[in-house]
């Protein structure tokens, strides 16, 4: 068993240090991570400057470029072996709803789903790494089930999100769907010291639809969210609706 480790924010976040650790014994294990934190990337792919790798004293590599970059290279050259599971995380907050498109955690976990390989990401639902072991331990067993009992033939991706509080206050793991944010706070407008208009991206909007089967509720309940992924941004539902229209208007 070989496994890749990366994450987004960047090789010396606690929350990487942590996963790589609750996957000792599990395989050999490679870590390739962002320089700087690189969240909100997305699957950005660095292609207009070159990227380079260096090696950190405790052996984690790491390279001056998004996530999608680093489980990108490490799968087309940096690694002589192709890895058997890719993770990513334990992020610094949580990916849930609407977030999981902007997120440079699922991005890497993505990414290594579009080589065809299962992929899991991992994130804790505050900021602060207060729990973080606790999430960690979490992250262990879930590794452990789905290796001794895959959930389906092929690949994978699975979006996990742990609540931030103690392991005996957590109430087990649920299957859940994305929920949806309200639209995100407008941007904060600031001046630079040239008396030039500067903006910050706002705040993300509160949840919308949070109900039951949720990953917004099942994390508010205490559960550990479990939600599997897919690429395909195909409005399935809609594209009768689109052909019929198409055939109706000229080119």
């Known amino acids: 068993m070989r496994i890749l480790i990366a994450?987004?924010?960047?090789?010396?976040?606690?929350?990487?240090?942590?996963?790589?650790?609750?996957?000792?014994?599990?395989?050999?294990?490679?870590?390739?991570?962002?320089?700087?934190?690189?969240?909100?990337?997305?699957?950005?792919?660095?292609?207009?400057?070159?990227?380079?790798?260096?090696?950190?004293?405790?052996?984690?590599?790491?390279?001056n470029g998004t996530p999608s970059d680093c489980v990108h290279v490490a799968l087309t050259g940096l690694l002589a072996t192709r890895p058997d599971l890719v993770l990513s995380g334990i992020n610094n907050g949580a990916n849930m709803g609407d977030d999981t498109l902007y997120s440079g955690t699922v991005a890497a976990a993505m990414e290594g789903y579009l080589f065809g390989i299962p992929s899991i990401a991992f994130s804790l639902s505050e900021k602060g790494w207060s729990h973080i072991d606790d999430a960690a331990r979490v992250a262990r067993r879930l590794i452990e089930q789905v290796l001794a009992r895959p959930p389906a033939p092929g690949h994978w991706l699975l979006n996990v999100?742990?609540?931030?509080?103690p392991e005996a206050e957590l109430r087990g793991l649920r299957t859940t769907r994305l929920g949806r944010r309200h639209a995100s706070e407008p941007v904060i407008r600031q001046t630079n010291p040239r008396g030039e208009p500067i903006y910050w991206i706002g705040a993300?909007?509160?949840?919308?639809?949070?109900?039951?089967?949720?990953?917004?509720?099942?994390?508010?309940?205490g559960f550990v969210s479990v939600t599997p992924l897919q690429v395909d941004l195909t409005d399935h539902a809609r594209l009768p609706v689109w052909q019929t229209w198409l055939a109706g208007s000229k080119a």
């Open 161 to 165: 999100n742990i609540p931030d509080r």
């Open 204 to 221: 993300a909007g509160d949840a919308r639809e949070a109900g039951e089967g949720t990953d917004f509720h099942a994390v508010a309940e």
């Open 7 to 63: 994450n987004d924010d960047g090789y010396l976040a606690p929350g990487l240090a942590a996963l790589v650790e609750a996957c000792r014994g599990l395989g050999e294990i490679d870590v390739v991570a962002p320089e700087q934190n690189a969240s909100g990337t997305s699957n950005a792919l660095t292609l207009q400057r070159p990227l380079s790798v260096w090696t950190a004293g405790n052996g984690y590599r790491y390279l």
